[in-house]
């Protein structure tokens, strides 16, 4: 899990540049020259000032990028902002994909004099999408290279920049444009491949002790981890919050359990909605998985009529980068929303320009590009993030573009907010809606014991006494350094919590919004098909991570718009009105006075390598990772406004209806 620091990024202008020519010693591409040009601000990889160069990408290599075009933003959030506030005269009242290009999407000729460039480059397959976003072309690097006056190099891989299982790319300057395309154009995709983030943490990467402890052994447990809460218990310890016996850690959470928790009821199961999960490429037969699922969990049978896949690519011929992510999402959805329609979108995973966050950005963009009319789903999950906030400008303004349009045509776009102490993009985004985690204890009969901010501390054994590590996990969120406070969480918020770095003078946006469990030590049990010799075999781990809470909270709010004249759409105006209201379980912090049982867990060392005492909602200034963020009673930057609380939740959001 990376440590994630918030730097300031910028947003924003372009810096012209006249009489710019190229030279094969200034590390360009040789082209030639041209009258006037621009360079576009914050359209280089951040990693490529700090790592290593590893060679330059074959000249031969044909990859497919992206010119994403500038709509009427400012125009569009206004109006994108009155459809989604309780108590405006347009609540609710939403455009169709074509109605928002009309309105303010980039006009035809500006996608003309995109595309007539990029021919004149030596591009081909030359086409825009269907609602103006961007104009996709093809070239070698080459030509990419002498379009863009930059040199597509090669760079050493890292945890925290890196391709997957392709070498690391990127453009080694920002790109230069024709200075008379520089108002039509937001930024340029497919140039770089770096992942995205995935705030998901299966079993396997619970731990995170340091190299070479030598850890006491195993006290005295069954050693068997606990299908409830507290429901085995390792004895003998060195004493912690006043006593020697701590629960095992959760098995992982069944369908039932969550179900009650949050109270998801039959009444309200999503009929007649439909909720998407964005991944990257598909995972294979995930219906067959979905299937075997419901059953292993006492769920309704999944409906094939009511099942869908959306490839934006090649399917699983690439590869499924979000392996586990999908099936987490998936399930978990299906959880609170059983009688929903769900959509899974896979973008791109091949290494052709797609790979990364081209891929992502352009499956939400299918979801509001629509079919008849329509966006595809009136709640889209994303259990992704694109970097830490001083990522490129220019995927920030991408970001941001289709996420007010997406407000504008009431489709709600849920972010995962990160599965470590700061703040993340797009979850910042004002018109995201940022899911947040929590540590949740349900005890033997499904009845919520506790629920709490998900930030958890390790300690080791050694020499019979706790060595504290530092945070192993915690709930993204924080103050933004990009963006300033959205008027629904004025006078939610409280001031200390909106106050970024650097003494702005002004409120900034908080994060997350919402929150469900995350914490993979209270997490989830998920299915998933591994196949020997072809044939599948169905088995269950637990896993957590804000990757869980993102569909869990998607999930309940599809459920809720069961038989609604309109989608909730951009749902968090409404959130923040329903502040302090018994809409939400409001997720207290842990004090000295909780009951020791709610303290922390034992994870036993054939789990996590070492036995770990993993302490829950750790706040404390002297914890390696720890960013400020606090759980408190109201709003905080751990868990939002809270987690749903069953009926009432879905009876406070119907209760807005315009």
Known sequence: MSR???VVGAIGATAAVVGMTTAGASGLAQASPRPAETLLAGSAASFTSHTRVTGDVAGSTQLTIQMWLKPNVAAAARFATEVSTPGSPLYRHYLSPAGYTARFGATSSEATKVESWLRSEGFTAVHTDSQRSYVRATASTSKINAAFRVRLETYKASKAANAGPYALRANNREVSLPASLASSVLGVTGLDNAAPILPLIRQSTKPAAATGVKSTPDASSTGACSHYYGQHETTGLPEQFGTTSFPTEVCGYSADQLRA????TSSSAGAGQTVALVELGLAKDMFLTLQDYATANDMPAPSSERYAELSLGQGTACGDEFAVEEQLDVESSYDMAPGANQLVVGGDSCNQ??????????ADTAILNGASGHPL???ASNSWEGGIESQ???????????LVRAAAEGVGMYFSAGDGSGVLSPSDDPFSIAVGGTTLGIGKTDNRLFETGWSTGESFLENNSWVFEGEQGASGGGPSLLWKQPAYQKGVVPSALSKAAGNRGEPVRSIPDISADADPFTGMAIGILSFKKGVPRY??????????ASPLVAGLVTAAQQGQPASFGFVDPALY???GSSAYYDTLPLTSSSPALW???????KTCGIQLLTTFDDQSTSMFGYTGQVTLPGYDNMSGVGTPDGPNFTTGLRSLEG
């Open 4 to 6: 994630l620091r918030m």
């Open 261 to 264: 928790a949050y109270g998801a």
């Open 539 to 548: 088995h269950q781990f637990d896993v957590g991570g804000t990757s869980e």
């Open 599 to 605: 303290q922390g867990t034992v994870c036993q060392a």
């Open 577 to 579: 009105q329903l502040a």
């Open 392 to 402: 490129p400008a220019s995927l920030t303004n991408i970001e941001h573009a289709y």
């Open 377 to 379: 789903a009136s709640v």
């Open 353 to 362: 320009g797609d790979y990364g966050l081209q891929g992502l950005f352009d």
